[in-house]
């Protein structure tokens, strides 16, 4: 069946530093991935996406590579800021016969230390 | 464009009773899917309304009940509420047009006693 792996968190960095959160994920055909953001006491709000093998999403700094060859789409940031403290989703969506839905990985709590 | 809204924000029911979330989707979409995320977890799919049907449910028992009303609106019923019930529960609606991109609704936070 469909699913998605992220690592484990929390993950604490200091101001400025490199972030990476891996994502890798499980599904027939080609689903499209996304990363989702949620802030505490807010529901979740669309980061970034790809929808095709190659495509690279980028927002505020944040960017995330379909890799079809690793079943990957790792979450990358140069330079972090405290206000990216949240929890972040990995997430996969397939259509099928019309419908869909999305299958999300469990997060990572990402805290960034000033 | 307010996007997408849920009420009651909070809610604190007891073992048994019933609930009933609303759910206000984003202007212009007309598919509704719902969320269950508890604690510490991702999002788990409950089920999605098109056309004010269940088009799609996913593992959750039938105490889990949904409508869609006209004007794309949904509500989400739980029966026989069990403290394993406790969760946020999310809605995100999505335009007509071929697309795989949802928006979320900021959650109504459903506490068991």
């Known amino acids: 069946g469909n699913s998605v792996t992220q690592m484990e968190g929390p993950v604490t960095l200091s101001e400025e530093a490199f972030l990476t959160i891996n994502c890798t994920y499980t599904a027939t055909g080609y689903p499209s991935l996304f990363w989702y953001v949620q802030y505490p006491g807010e529901g979740l709000q669309l980061l970034l996406k790809a929808t095709k093998a190659d495509d690279k999403g980028s927002n505020k700094g944040f960017e995330a590579t379909y890799r079809k060859e690793t079943t990957s789409f790792h979450l990358e940031k140069g330079s972090v800021q405290v206000s990216d403290s949240a929890v972040y989703f990995c997430a996969l969506s397939r259509t099928t016969s019309g419908t869909y839905k999305y299958i999300f990985g469990t997060g990572t709590r990402l805290k960034v230390l000033a | 464009d307010a996007g997408v809204t849920q009420s009651p924000t909070h809610l604190i029911k007891t073992r048994g009773q019933q609930v009933t979330l609303r759910c206000s989707p984003k202007?212009?979409?007309?598919?509704v899917s719902w969320y269950q995320q508890a604690l510490g977890q991702g999002p788990q799919f409950i089920f999605q309304y098109y056309e004010e049907e269940e088009r799609q449910r996913g593992n959750f028992p039938d105490r889990f009940s949904g409508h869609q009303f006209p004007n794309y609106s949904s509500e989400l019923n739980v029966n026989a509420l069990l403290l394993g019930d406790s969760a946020l529960y999310l809605c995100?609606?999505?335009?007509?047009?071929?697309?795989?991109?949802?928006?979320f609704g900021q959650g109504t936070r459903l506490t068991v006693v």
């Open positions: 202007s212009g979409h007309d598919t």
């Open positions: 995100a609606s999505s335009p007509p047009t071929a697309s795989t991109e949802a928006f």
